[in-house]
């Protein structure tokens, strides 16, 4: 069962893609569990702003009128949604990485590594959409329904089916993972601050379309609204995503995220 080195499997196996796409199931998910509360008040805060125009005050408003239980709403699409975006971005960054190393032989590892996210990112998100959809309703629409139970069919009966590092060493190597993380979670949410808040309002249908969330909404609260707590929220999410997913290969025996294998770089550069 163990590989060459004591590693648990061979890199580039059917096993290690199985071994990468549960390590990403389980850090996404777990890391996007945890910060449900953060989460439901972000959602709350983009669909009804007037009332939830704060975080101190937002969960106090929430607690007060709905329990401390509606904190919690929407738990398992961010469990199982999130695992299953992780388990794709994840999985598929590593099969990517290898096709484009051997497809790409002149190029340089940060093209490889910036195409190989892209493509993984098209599915994980792919796979995110249906448990989104379910869980922004249920976080802001209390009797819409209680998680993903009730909540799929419904959602189908109403919508239908299309609805809305190598020479560091492991220390240092998660370290530049963390950092080049949260850097990357920081960017990410400026710039998809928009977007989350036109969906927010298209799935509470405060608008007809994006034209017309874009202009309920306005320019600069397309930016602004929401914003605070997303930081608070995205930044160390995607941080503990990546520590807790390379740290899952690095106890395998198998190199952080952070670099081509030093065997793949061999046999590309004997290939030339």
């Known amino acids: 069962m163990a590989g060459v080195e004591g590693r648990l499997c061979e890199e580039f196996s059917p096993a290690y893609y199985g071994l990468c796409t549960v390590g990403g199931m389980l850090s996404a998910g777990a890391t996007h569990l945890a910060i449900t509360p ?5 959602v709350n805060m983009q669909v009804n702003p007037i009332k939830y125009n704060r975080m101190g005050t937002g969960f106090s408003t929430l607690w007060k009128e709905q329990g401390p239980s509606s904190l919690w709403r929407g738990w398992s699409g961010k469990l199982f949604g999130y695992g299953a975006q992780g388990g794709c971005r994840f999985g598929l960054y590593e099969y990517f990485k290898k096709l484009y190393s051997d497809a790409l032989i ?10 190989s996210s892209a493509s993984a990112q098209v599915f994980a998100d792919v796979a995110l959409c249906p448990f989104e959809a379910i869980k922004v309703r249920v976080q802001t629409q209390p009797y819409f329904a209680k998680g993903l ?9 109403t919508e239908g089916i299309a609805g809305r590092k190598e020479d560091c060493s492991r220390a240092q190597q998660l370290g530049v993972t963390c950092l080049a ?13 928009p977007a989350d808040n036109i969906v927010s309002s298209l799935y509470n249908k405060k608008a007809a379309n994006v034209m017309q969330a874009v202009k309920n909404i306005g ?4 930016f602004t609204r929401s914003l605070p707590v997303r930081i608070t929220l995205v930044g160390p999410v995607v941080t503990l995503q990546w520590f807790f997913y390379d740290s899952i290969k690095v106890l395998c025996g198998l190199p952080s995220s952070g ?5 793949l770089e061999e046999s590309n550069i004997s290939a030339e």
Do not use: E
Not at 149 to 157: T, W
């Open 149 to 157: 139970v009730d909540g799929v069919p419904k959602l189908y009966s």
């Open 219 to 222: 320019l600069v609260n397309l």
């Open 38 to 42: 953060l989460d439901v008040l972000k």
């Open 259 to 263: 670099g081509l294998t030093r065997r």
């Open 181 to 193: 993380a949260y850097a990357a979670g920081a960017v990410g949410t400026v710039v998809s601050n």
């Open 106 to 115: 002149d190029q340089n590892k940060s093209t490889i590594f910036f195409l």
